[in-house]
């Protein structure tokens, strides 16, 4: 069950980075609905690679074709299959790495669980690439999230330390996140983000990556929503953002912070706002025993320095099972966090769909 | 599918605070397998309330009566059934909340939930109490992972901001473990857990409450375990944690701190070491891609402050919709973590074992 | 996921013939729904033994007693256990099955799978004693799907090939169905059933057993409910109902019948009655594609001659390896097509409603 | 969840008879298994139509196209997508269906599930010609299991009540298989055969159609395989079977006729044979309690007459609710039993496959 994501939403990718084509099959969207095409295309766009100078140079054009699902135009229940071409593939870069594994990327673990057998070209299955497809299933969701009223949208909470301005988490408005989403670098305050591309760009000249946060938010959500114990929002979504390359922390709220706060002053108290129970602060991220409060939800993601760097490394020669040392070349992000804003948000979209359908 | 943990291993949690009893079906489990009864109570009672001065004064025997799944005290590849009796409940402490959620509680979510039919009392199936049956399950499966030469063990890495000294996450032992599991208060330096507990008393005094961390490590895994995308390590493992109540984050390796971190920096250099494939240092956490690399898991889980606190607190009549104040009265912990630890290490066993079966 | 049956009321049975206990986990009840406890006892009494002379003399009191998820009588939201204590066992009569494998029984199937651990008393985790709690989790969706106006209901419509009348497929009504389920012998024409109780009783007096064919109806159905293709009411329904012991083959409206008829004869005029879209005859029992159409749904289930029979039978030693014969004595149902009717009714109830919710 | 069939080995089917392209995911496939294309092709020819004079004359190329999860021909670990083009379709022929269901088509249900937004053109999603992916999944299943010493096949045990003469259930032998599979007609009993074309013939020439039974084998399991109640053998292969259209019962070994029959002439003796515990006769079909016996698998399908035929039926247009007739033009099998074969082959190969690994 490894490429499948949610149970009535259901999002399946295929493909390896390097392979024919990459794409997705979407069950359970619900008829008659009209993808906005030039909508989606936008949202991909903003995981796209190449398209400034902190992204990998490799371009493509992620155009997915839809060759099933829709009748003029709208969905008619049958499961909507999308494709996605690959080209502009330079598998030459990958020969030399077949049995000398990168650190921190999958390859070694790929290795040992095919049997040799697995895509290196491009890092395969767990390439990065794998998350257009995502996007394209996360973009229909969000467009039918929002006929729902519900708008997901997510900042870059920081990059290499340099922290964004939050929003408030208990009055973050569906306004506020349209702005964010608008931007080509998704943060609340430009002067911030300004500093954060400095430091992509510094890594970048010292052959080095950088990492960062990233926070979402989904406003609009009813109270109710989820379920207790083991299938719960934040395992969904967790389960569900954990399949993003690269994220190594979730957490909810005050999250982490959370630990090292009294009861007194991390309880959120209650209050009535225009006949609606809200809470005055919202340190539970709009969610408590795996169940939505109708505050808003916020979550954030850790997101680790890309595993690609220009620096030699050491490594092992898996056939000769000799130390050895490897510079990788290829084209890579010194920072992965802005195109990581748009996949997790399709995680967390798709998510909520499957659990309100 | 909210109370069922593992697809092969299948974990069934039923009961509420003050229902006639609680307990766990467990499907799967190999047929032939002894429980060692004395060594599951052992377990159990790390997690039982009323052991010391601070953790709740209601007392428990929580002890497990098997109802079938055994011939002669082994499995015979029927469901094993567990079922714990409630006893020392006092459902009148509980009259006066029926429409006054407890704030950061799951009481306001539960009402919305299930219009207003949920069980009250003692926080119903939202209590901490259900997690005797998850640690029930958790000592069979850690039994298991033990003949399978798999030891999974945690320490407190803080509380209320005092940290411990972490165990070597890339050298971990199952001796260093073992020793930790067998405190009373389970840290790598005792002198720090003396601090720790310290401010928990302060809180308790204050009628408040504080929050901590909790690692935990997992030795002895083969490389290649787990999924790709959303059924790897991560996403399984996250969804099992977040299933213990008062846990709000979640991340393994160099967890949050990765993205402050530069790639050279981050990435764990391979080398050999009797012949294994092995890394230096292990800031991925023993996972990468879904799948294990061979080293040490590494995941840490954030607990919040205890949401029952003494202090007087604001919150709403959801009859008629004023605002109004709570004192919570009732017998709660000042600190839950001590007793989250061996949840933490079920939720981890089950899951682990489910993935290796 | 063995012992599982359904996705959102999820049914959880656990047990053996004579373990201690058995029960069922019922996940996902709507919240607020009171269980009539004495139609509840009524139901599981019609699949109950010793309670005429052609079933076996094995008594059972039966009384399920539910330990958790009520409040005050009313389902809060938590799953609900039910536990039946197993008493009147006599497992002496097992002992010298252990390696001699009764034909046609799963012994031998078990003793593989469970490398000889399996539970061999009463036929363990196999046994049609584990029914009863079916029957129990059947007997209350029975009682939620009749408050949303659907009805379910069988017939035995034949044993050892003497038939009964079967009710109009296409104008079955519920009326109908509550007559035929009344009765101690759940046949449409007395007097067939007669001729069928005669069958047995001769069966029993030649120390043999007899099968026979149960036609199970839900009415009240929408047109709509189901998937395409792989999850839809054939897949699921035929799924559910394999689960009981003895079936052998299940199928739907016109059946096996239709491989013999002309499309021009089995296909179903439309017609509108009332203004609602309906069929004149409905050999497709009211299921097309996986959906239902708002026709009756018609299944039947053919159930095999009880295998335990006391004529002396050929069989292998399975420690020596040779062969052998084996003369079953213990108590034994002649024919357990009567006491099968409310299984296979529990099984469309519990999917059907699985689907609804 | 209503397109994936299995859950290790997990097939996802996507596309609509007339959409751009039809196709299926697969996932869980191991790594290494290089499919063979010329084999592969060769099964799905027996599946697809425009061969011979009693298939429907629209013609297709079928040729399956692998766009991901190879690598230098062999699989890789990541999902295998195959994708095949649609042509030679005549939209039109469904423009006037629009409102006017076919009896006995999916074509009612849909509009009622779908709001009337499904797609109409070739039926839609419920279109036969989905089992072409089905095909194509169970080719590459077939070759692995072959490599397991399994070998699945099927003949056809009656078409319009002109019977073959079955294969010894309890002897059946990989070569008998093999010989039936390679003839064009798979039957044992080629002037059987012959009998069965007149009748189709006869059919067509009246403008209608008549239907059968499909009798499948499994060859080569050892005891064990499966669970007991709700997800054994017989629970997993009558729903993968009725995902197939037009199948309107599934029964294991003696079927419907054990219901017919004595206990002591069902159940079947046990006899030691090179070493092996074996039956003498086989009307348990090689399965008890859901896990295989090491004996043949034996599973009737019986297959409904076509629901096209060109004369006229009565109908409703579902605009206006007034009665009307409808002659049926298109191009259509007077009868799919021959052309289902291979597609039980299918979805019995996935399902044994999915179980094994």
Known sequence: MSNTLGEKIKVTIFGQSHSEAIGVVIEGLPAGFRPDMEKTEAFMARR???????????????????????????????????????????????????????????????????????????????????????????????????????????????????????LDPARVSPEELAVIASKPFPVNDDAAGEKMRDEILRAKRDMDSVGGIIRCYAVGLLPGLGEPMFHGLENRLSAAVFGIPGVRGVSFGAGFAAARMRGSEHNDPFETVDGRVCTKTNNHGGILGGISSGMPIVMDVAVKPTASIGISQETVDLKTMENTTLTIEGRHDPCIVPRAVPCVESAVAITLLDMLI
Not at 77 to 96: F, H, M, Q, W
Request: a positive charge; charged letters at 25%; glycine letters at 10%.
């Open 48 to 166: 796209a690679p190449g398209r400034n100078e902190y992204s990998t140079p490799r371009r493509e054009e992620d155009r997915p074709q839809i060759i099933s699902g829709l009748v003029d135009g709208a969905t008619c229940g049958a499961p909507l299959c999308a494709v996605i071409r690959n080209s502009d593939t330079r598998s030459r870069d990958y020969e030399k790495l077949k049995n000398i594994p990168r650190p921190s990327h999958a390859d070694f673990k790929a290795w040992m669980k095919f049997c040799g057998r697995n895509d290196i070209r491009g890092g395969g299955q767990f390439s990065g690439r794998l998350t257009a497809p995502l996007c394209f299933a996360g973009a229909l969701c969000l467009q039918i999230l929002e006929q729902m009223g519900i708008t997901v949208g997510a900042q870059i909470l920081e990059i290499a330390g340099m922290p964004d301005k939050p």
